[in-house]
Each structure stands twice: as C-alpha cells, then as structure tokens.
T-cell receptor, first 115, second 117 residues
C-alpha cells in the first residue's frame, strides 16, 4: 500500500515537552497538508505545502507550532512547549498539484495526549 | 469565509433501507464539495466529490451525492444501507474563488451513521 503514512501513531507527552511528528505523502503528490482533529469535531486546517514551500498557514498555527518539508517529500510538524489543549489527532494529507480540484488523501493520524 | 453544516449528529437506518446524510455549505464563490468517511482508529477515506457538471455524482462503495446550488446542499445518499457502512461521515468544502493558492478544506463536524441489522 502506498498511501499516506504518519509516525508515530500515538504520542503521550508531559506538558512543556516538545514533540515532532512525521508524514510521508503519496510519492507522486506535490501538495501536503496538516490538519488537527479534536473529539467530536471535523478536521481543522493548519498548514499546506507545495513541494518544499509552505504556502498557507492557519491562525490556529501558533508560534509554538512549526512545520517543514525540506526536500519536498516528507514533512515534520513540531510542537514546542506542549499544552493540554494541544491534545488532538494530527492528520496529514496529500494531493496532486496539476489542478485545483484534486481530492486530498489522508494518513491514519498521530494521536497526541498531553498530560 | 467558507463553512459547512451537518445538521444531524447521528443518523440511524435499518439495513437495506436507503440512507441520507445531510450537508449544507456556505462559500462566497463556487464550491468544490467532498465527502469523506472515517472508521474507528483510521484516517479519512475519500468517497466522492463535486467539481462541476452533473449535479449527481457517484462515488465509492455505492454512495452518491446530489449538488443543489439553490439550496446550497450536498447530501450523501445510498439506495440500500449495509451494516459495514456504519462510520463517521464528513462533508467538506473549498471555495474555488478563495485567494490564489488556498487549498484548505473546511469540514463539517461529522455525522455518525449507524446501520442496524
């Protein structure tokens, strides 16, 4: 299966610690997206890359959050000084870039629990 | 700003009966509309999309959806429900006129579908 993969699947951390998540998109997809999903809600957009360029960031992405996609392939999302409110499922998605209407394919997510 | 409303938190339907999961949207321009399904402990799976053209779009697993511009709706339907269709369903929208390079999707809160044997 060559779908979107995310690592780790689960992360438990103490408040104040830093965490980093990784996303590997579908290989031929140039666009990569990060979303956050809390219980009972739909995914909320965080940020988006076209190749290695970060082109769009949500106001949800505070200064403690940073995302990178250094070589236009995999991406990392880092949260510094985690807070209990950061507990959520972090979803990565990817899509083709040769048109505006292509659907996004999602990975299984990384569930973060901040204690 | 774009938004999506899924008015029903839960829909219950008997196996073999038709099902409908409702979705309404708000965008300033023209919409791209999507339906996704989420099974427990799994990511979202793409079901179908409306971009342009025929208002009735067909997708995976026998699902279809009807785009109604005047009612700003995009309801998901299936003629005969299966127990295996039980899952969480999300409607999403992207405004094709929203700023150059904006590809974010806005999702509804989701509707839990339970198909009763």
């Amino acid at each position: 299966d060559t779908g979107v993969s995310q690592d780790p699947r689960h992360k438990i951390t103490k408040r104040g610690q830093n965490v980093t998540f990784r996303c590997d998109p579908i290989s031929e997809h140039n666009r990569l997206y990060w979303y956050r999903q809390t219980l009972g809600q739909g995914p909320e957009f965080l940020t988006y890359f076209q190749n290695e360029a970060q082109l769009e960031k949500s106001r949800l992405l505070s200064d403690r959050f940073s995302a990178e996609r250094p070589k236009g392939s995999f991406s990392t999302l880092e949260i510094q000084r985690t807070e209990q409110g950061d507990s959520a499922m972090y979803l990565c998605a990817s899509s083709r870039s040769d048109g505006p209407s292509y659907e996004q394919y999602f990975g299984p997510g990384t569930r973060l629990t901040v204690t | 700003a774009q938004s999506v409303a899924q008015p029903e938190d839960q829909v219950n339907v008997a196996e073999g009966n038709p099902l409908t999961v409702k979705c309404t949207y708000s965008v300033s321009g023209n919409p791209y509309l999507f339906w996704y399904v989420q099974y427990p402990n799994r990511g979202l799976q793409f079901l179908l999309k409306y971009i342009t053209g025929d208002n009735l779009v067909k997708g995976s697993y026998g699902f279809e959806a009807e785009f109604n511009k005047s009612q700003t709706s995009f309801h998901l339907k299936k003629p005969s429900a299966l127990v295996s269709d039980s899952a969480l369903y999300f409607c999403a929208v992207r405004d094709i006129n929203s700023g150059a390079g904006s590809y974010q999707l806005t999702f509804g809160k989701g509707t839990k579908l339970s198909v009763i044997p």
